[in-house]
């Protein structure tokens, strides 16, 4: 994927998830209390804070911190004001252009947004995500062909292909949960 197009993925799963995430950090909002024997609530019920996921959000949140922080530095502009996660991920988007045009932002920006999005799928429990490519498969002629983001890989997905391609095409990439 190109720079700009596999930053743009990333960028917009970690702001579709991001507030998944978020709620999985103390899931205390989502179940009733538990219920003493009797059918009365037991008071002051809480489920604890899941650490995993507690570390996930520090990691992401510094991560797209200091990531917004080394864009607007490389490409000569003025730093702005502290904002919540997917703000600063939104600002980063309207960057991508600028960013595309930089043969050494690029990949770091793809890299860096692509490990942050692995990182909240892990947390949240999800099985590493698939996109989907656009054009045919070399070997097969079917329209088979998903990037595995985490392995850095494109790969057929037709059972009877299963071919590992060496490089990534450029075509834009859409979401598919789809194997």
């Keep these: 994927m190109s720079g700009k197009q596999g930053g743009a993925v990333?960028?917009?799963?970690?702001?579709?998830?991001?507030?998944?995430?978020?709620?999985?950090?103390?899931?205390?909002?989502?179940?009733?209390?538990?219920?003493?024997?009797?059918?009365?609530?037991?008071?002051?019920?809480?489920?604890?804070?899941?650490?995993?996921?507690?570390?996930?959000?520090?990691?992401?949140?510094?991560?797209?911190v200091e990531l917004e922080e080394a864009v607007r530095?490389?490409?000569?502009?003025?730093?702005?004001?502290?904002?919540?996660?997917?703000?600063?991920?939104?600002?980063i988007?309207?960057?991508?252009?600028?960013?595309?045009?930089?043969?050494?932002?690029?990949p770091h920006v793809e890299d860096e947004t692509r490990r942050m999005a692995a990182r909240c799928a892990r947390a949240l429990g999800d099985p590493e995500q698939l996109v989907r490519l656009p054009g045919r498969c070399p070997a097969c002629d079917y329209v088979s062909l998903r990037?595995?983001?985490?392995?850095?890989?494109?790969?057929?997905?037709?059972?009877?292909?299963r071919r590992v391609l060496e490089a990534e095409p450029n075509p834009q990439p859409t979401t598919d949960n789809r194997r």
């Design 147 to 161: 990037a595995l983001p985490e392995r850095a890989e494109v790969r057929c997905v037709n059972p009877a292909c």
């Design 10 to 64: 990333w960028i917009a799963s970690l702001v579709r998830r991001w507030p998944d995430l978020v709620d999985e950090l103390s899931p205390t909002g989502r179940g009733a209390l538990r219920e003493r024997r009797g059918g009365g609530p037991v008071g002051g019920t809480t489920a604890p804070v899941r650490l995993h996921v507690s570390d996930a959000v520090r990691d992401i949140t510094d991560g797209v």
């Design 93 to 106: 988007a309207g960057l991508l252009d600028r960013i595309a045009a930089d043969p050494l932002l690029a």
């Design 73 to 91: 530095e490389r490409l000569g502009l003025r730093p702005v004001p502290p904002a919540p996660v997917p703000v600063r991920l939104r600002r």
